[in-house]
């Protein structure tokens, strides 16, 4: 790549990937305080992991089978990015629509994500369902960071970043939604929590 390249690249990363990722953990930690069982079997397999004191690297990775799939799925029900689109540079065929060039056809993460033909009771949060379900899915029933050529430069810093966040914060944190708090959805270009997420926070034992 030239220097140009590499500077526009990194800035994509920069400005795309903040609030993107503050969005997932967001709505990761509100789903963990929902469903205080697999919070539970999120927390055994990071104290069998780590100390308490002790931060996972990228080395860790690799062991953290439970903590991916939390992610994954979190990132299924609500995906940072909850649609996007697609310019057609050439008058299209797809099925029996007539999609004529200049058009831009639209799609959303959010509604395939929960769509019944792909996942059994889709509107669970349910992490081990990508011990068994997630070799049968078709080619685009899942795609939070996009596809194709145009899929996210970011993908694989922010199963990363996201993945070694969750076992940090997870590790010496337990969080707790303030009761009568209201949850909704703000589907700006992100999917935001239209109230904040007014968490309490308790540290876990030594």
Known sequence: ?????????????????????????T??????????????????????KFDINSTPSV???PKLKFTEKV????????????????YVANDY??????IPAGSTIMMSQY?????????????????????SEAASLPKFSYFPFGGGIRACIGKSFAWMEG??????ISRQWKMHLIPGHRVE???????????GMKMKLKRRKV
């Open 185 to 195: 959805l703000d589907p700006a270009i992100t999917l935001r929590a239209k109230y």
């Open 93 to 98: 065929t797809l099925d029996k629509y007539n």
């Open 163 to 168: 993945i070694l966040l969750i076992a940090t």
């Open 111 to 131: 509604l395939i994500h929960r769509d019944p033909r792909y996942y059994n009771e889709p509107d669970s949060f349910n992490p081990e369902r990508w011990s």
């Open 27 to 48: 709505w990761t930690f509100y789903l963990l305080s929902q469903n205080p069982e697999i919070e539970k079997k999120l927390a055994e397999e990071l104290e069998s």
């Open 1 to 25: 790549m030239s220097d140009k390249q590499v500077r526009d690249e990194a800035m994509t990363i920069f400005i795309a990937g903040h609030e993107t990722t503050a969005n997932a953990l």
């Open 59 to 61: 080395a860790d990775i």
């Open 71 to 86: 992610l994954r799925e979190s990132m299924r029900l609500y995906p940072p990015v909850w649609s996007l689109g697609r």
